[in-house]
Nanobody, 123 residues
Framework: QVQLVESGGGLVQAGDSLRLSCTFSGGDIRKFALGWFRQSPGKERKYVAALHTSGGGLYYPNSMKDRFTISRDNDKSMVFLEINKLGPEDTAIYYC????????????????WGQGTQVTVSS
């Protein structure tokens, strides 16, 4: 059974950068698309970024493109999300997701989820 465990969240100040990590276990990470979503208080979970199994095909919503970078390390079975120039609007729980099919921008398109890591940005 695939399991995902996020880490790296916390309380940061506006303007800081942060790197979130997600450890993958229970399968061959090379066979899974990997992605990140986030959920702000009172809002729906939203797509942030995703990677195809090959590591290519980075998909970012236009609003995320300039400050978010997703990467994967198959040897360490990990996926990362780097966020630059954090602002209060980035306060959310960040979730890692995996799926044996291609990346999807919708929640229903992912089979496996982590428990999330909280990021809080103070102004």
């Amino acid at each position: 059974q695939v399991q995902l465990v996020e880490s790296g969240g916390g309380l940061v100040q506006a303007g800081d950068s942060l790197r979130l990590s997600c450890t993958f276990s229970g399968g061959d990470i090379r066979k899974f698309a990997l992605g990140w979503f986030r959920q702000s208080p009172g809002k729906e979970r939203k797509y942030v970024a995703a990677l195809h199994t090959s590591g290519g095909g980075l998909y970012y919503p236009n609003s995320m493109k300039d400050r978010f970078t997703i990467s994967r390390d198959n040897d360490k079975s990990m996926v990362f999300l780097e966020i630059n120039k954090l602002g209060p609007e980035d306060t959310a729980i960040y979730y890692c997701a995996a799926d044996p099919m291609g990346p999807s921008t919708v929640v229903a398109g992912w089979d496996y989820w982590g428990q999330g890591t909280q990021v809080t940005v103070s102004s």
